[in-house]
């Protein structure tokens, strides 16, 4: 059962143009959300979060978007660079659990062409 | 951000032997660390919950007795695969969080393992 799902496994955008990554998400448990950055062989670094109080954070070129009626939260990159290119996983989790338990959506790559 | 180093980054090892990973906070006092494990083009899967002193609490489907984990200390965490098979090669990654609750887990640069 895939609690957090990333639908496009990979985007590809223009340099300067906005990139937006998706995530469902069906465990309404979940309060918690956070997006990684991943490259290849290496481990993900954190990008942004949101709590699910907020319905938008916003750290630099990195905008999320969370729409608890639907499930849904998105990560908007503008302007969008080519060394943004990367896989970007959404994550999860929720109150009660052990520290950062995180459920993980499959990821998407996104291409930034120059 | 807080820095977890994972050692080694990659390794080869023959079947039937035992491979130990380590994982430590280097800048901060882990309560819990968490290892998960990524399969090529696959999202990366928990295999375990390991907190400071206590035993691992595993996901299920994964085998306590193969993937050993101890933490002993609150820098520290190892993740031992026991008799290791082809099937056991992935990609395997730590994360370490300061204290439980709201804290972004920040990631190892996670561990090649390859089994010949």
């Known amino acids: 059962d895939q609690q957090v799902k990333q639908n496009s496994p990979s985007l590809s955008v223009q340099e300067g143009r906005i990139s937006i990554l998706n995530c469902d998400y069906t465990?309404?448990?979940?309060?918690?959300f956070l997006w990684y950055k991943k490259y290849p062989a290496e481990g993900p670094t954190f990008l942004i979060s949101?709590?699910?109080?907020?319905d938008k954070n916003e750290d630099g070129r990195f905008t999320v978007f969370l729409n608890k009626s639907a499930k849904h939260l998105s990560l908007h990159i503008v302007p969008s660079q080519p060394g943004d290119s990367a896989v970007y996983f959404c994550?999860?989790?929720?109150?009660?659990?052990?520290?950062?338990?995180?459920?993980f959506g499959e990821g998407t790559q996104l291409t930034v062409n120059p | 951000g807080a820095v977890v180093s994972q050692h080694p980054s990659w390794v080869i090892c023959k079947s039937g032997t035992s491979v130990k990973i380590e994982c430590r906070s280097l800048?901060?006092?882990?309560?819990?660390m968490f290892w998960y494990r990524q399969f090529p083009k696959q999202s990366l899967m928990l295999m375990a919950t390991?907190?400071?002193?206590?035993?691992?609490?595993?996901e299920q489907g994964v085998e306590k007795d193969k993937f050993l984990i101890n933490h002993a200390s609150l820098t520290l965490s190892t993740l031992t695969v026991t008799s290791a098979h082809p099937e056991d090669s992935s990609f395997y990654i730590c994360?370490?969080?300061?204290?439980?609750?709201?804290?972004?887990?920040?990631f190892g640069q996670g561990t090649r393992l390859t089994v010949v």
């Open positions: 800048d901060f006092q882990a309560t819990t």
């Open positions: 994550a999860a989790s929720a109150t009660g659990t052990s520290g950062s338990r995180l459920t």
């Open positions: 949101i709590s699910s109080i907020k």
């Open positions: 465990n309404s448990m979940f309060d918690y």
């Open positions: 390991s907190n400071e002193g206590s035993k691992a609490t595993y």
């Open positions: 994360s370490a969080v300061r204290t439980a609750g709201y804290t972004e887990a920040f």
